[in-house]
């Protein structure tokens, strides 16, 4: 069974920094291309970025929001996914879901229970 | 980017009645050479990640209720439930994936009347 699970959240002040971690297990996470996807409080969803397996390349694409200031990262090792964000804005609160890939590019089957960031003074 | 744009925001049907919602693109997400459409409906209920219902416009998600049917193509799509249960109150939001970024519509809400 896919299981993802996500961790870090929490309350920062605007222009700190903060870094998630997804702990996949269930599937072969090498294999897994892998998205973040973000839902502010009463908000609709806002895929975040996304990352391909390193036989495809390692491949990390960005939303315009977000790039520049987050960065997405994989450790096969530890099957583990990380989103580490910088510069962070108050628009930037959301839960933040980790989510596997199938079926094709950006279907997303399988996600986690999220975590929730809050950039507030 | 692609903007997806539901219809309506918030319906109320009565329980086992049908239930529709539409999901218009601003440009087509039928890509020619596959003849696919890259078009996904997901379900979202409160304190719940979103749960996949639908990919490639009309293919249901193993374990999905048939109640539940995607149809469409091109710019035009809807989300039918064809006897709403309880259980099916919740938010839903296409999603094409035909180009990156990948964009969400803003949601609909389905109640109970």
């Known amino acids: 069974e896919v299981q993802l699970a996500e961790s870090g959240g929490g309350l920062v002040k605007p222009g700190g920094s903060l870094r998630l971690s997804c702990a996949a297990s269930?599937?072969?996470?090498?294999?897994?291309?892998m998205s973040w996807v973000r839902q502010a409080p009463g908000r609709g969803l806002e895929w975040v970025g996304r990352?391909?397996?390193?036989?495809?390349?390692?491949?990390?694409d960005y939303a315009a929001p977000v790039k520049g200031r987050f960065t997405i990262s994989r450790d096969d090792s530890k099957k583990t996914l990380f989103l580490q964000m910088n510069s962070l804005k108050t628009e930037d609160t959301a839960v933040y879901y980790c989510?596997?890939?199938?079926?094709?590019?950006?279907?997303?089957?399988?996600w986690g229970q999220g975590t929730l960031v809050t950039v507030s003074s | 980017d692609i903007v997806l744009t539901q219809s309506p925001d918030s319906l109320a049907v009565s329980l086992g009645e049908r239930a529709t919602i539409n999901c218009k693109s601003s440009?087509?997400?039928?890509?020619?050479?596959?003849?696919?459409?890259?078009l996904a409906w997901y379900q979202q209920k409160p304190g719940q990640p979103p749960k996949l219902l639908i990919y490639?416009?009309?293919t249901r998600e193993s374990g999905v209720p048939d109640r539940f049917s995607g149809s469409g193509s091109g710019t035009d799509f809807t989300l039918t439930i064809s006897s709403l249960q309880a259980e099916d109150v919740a938010v839903y939001y296409c999603?094409?994936?035909?180009?990156?970024?990948?964009?969400f519509g803003q949601g609909t809400k389905a109640e109970i009347k």
């Open positions: 269930g599937f072969s996470f090498n294999d897994a291309w």
């Open positions: 990352i391909k397996r390193k036989t495809d390349g390692g491949t990390i």
């Open positions: 440009q087509s997400v039928l890509y020619s050479s596959n003849n696919q459409n890259y």
């Open positions: 490639w416009a009309s």
């Open positions: 999603q094409q994936y035909y180009s990156t970024p990948p964009t």
């Open positions: 989510t596997k890939e199938d079926y094709g590019d950006y279907v997303l089957p399988y």
